[in-house]
């Protein structure tokens, strides 16, 4: 993923809406996607995963959807929270099992309106 | 708390200096992982070891950085002469190895924040 360096993208949302994060990733080999989230001054906190033979998987309010044919990942949090506000990472990785490393893709600010 | 564990937290150091950062994976996890992320951009890989074998190194890892995980447990970053270019957060991750069926689900630490003046 490219970076948008120091501006990121934000999403503003209501309090109670749902949340879409959007991301694109560059690997069509890649077997592996995670959903990360970082607080300020904090490091990145794992959210959900999903593998590439899945397109759907569902957490506690996350729900996680991938589109291998257009390589589109997105992030649905249900009836956001003020503690919610971070900055989402989508990441790839080229194994599902195997020690590699990840691939960051470029991070949303997500910003909660009260 | 038996997350992956970082030391110190903050670094502040003078250009030219040595520093060296400690990390505590999750007890049990043998892959261990360190990436570095500068501001307003995602992590970028810079090592990783299975157990004590240092097993990838990105590019970004010039020679004045090496890493060791001497026991397999916890490891360290070193990082010789630094330069202004080094200030950024060092952040160690450490996954299990679940076999073929098994993601290699990577937890990271809260980092280490270095600022090289």
């Known amino acids: 993923g490219e970076s948008v360096g120091l501006h990121l993208p934000t999403l503003s949302v209501q309090e109670g809406d749902n949340s879409i994060i959007n991301c694109a990733y560059s690997?069509?080999?890649?077997?592996?996607f995670i959903w990360y989230k970082q607080e300020s001054g904090k490091g990145p906190q794992f959210i959900i995963d999903i593998r590439s033979n899945m397109d759907k998987r569902q957490g506690q309010r996350v729900t996680v959807l991938l589109n291998k044919t257009v390589k589109h990942l997105s992030l649905q949090i249900a009836a956001t929270q003020p503690g919610d506000s971070a900055v989402y990472f989508c990441?790839?990785?080229?194994?599902?099992?195997?020690?590699?490393?990840?691939?960051f893709g470029s991070g949303t600010r997500l910003s909660i309106r009260p | 708390d038996t997350g992956v564990s970082q030391d110190p937290r903050h670094k502040i150091t003078k250009r030219g200096q040595n520093v060296t950062f400690r990390c505590d994976p999750i007890s049990e996890h043998n892959r261990l992982y360190w990436y570095r992320q500068t501001l307003g951009q995602g992590p970028e890989f810079l090592t990783y070891?299975?157990?004590?074998?240092?097993?990838?190194k990105s590019r970004l890892l010039s020679d004045r950085f090496s890493a060791e995980r001497p026991k397999g447990s916890f490891s360290t970053l070193e990082i010789q002469r630094t330069e202004q270019g080094d200030s950024a957060m060092y952040l160690c991750a450490s996954s299990l190895n679940q076999g073929p069926l098994g993601p290699d689900t990577q937890y990271f630490g809260p980092g280490t924040r270095l600022t090289v003046l």
């Open positions: 070891f299975q157990n004590e074998a240092q097993l990838e």
């Open positions: 990441a790839e990785k080229p194994g599902y099992s195997s020690a590699s490393k990840i691939i």
């Open positions: 690997n069509s080999a890649s077997d592996y």
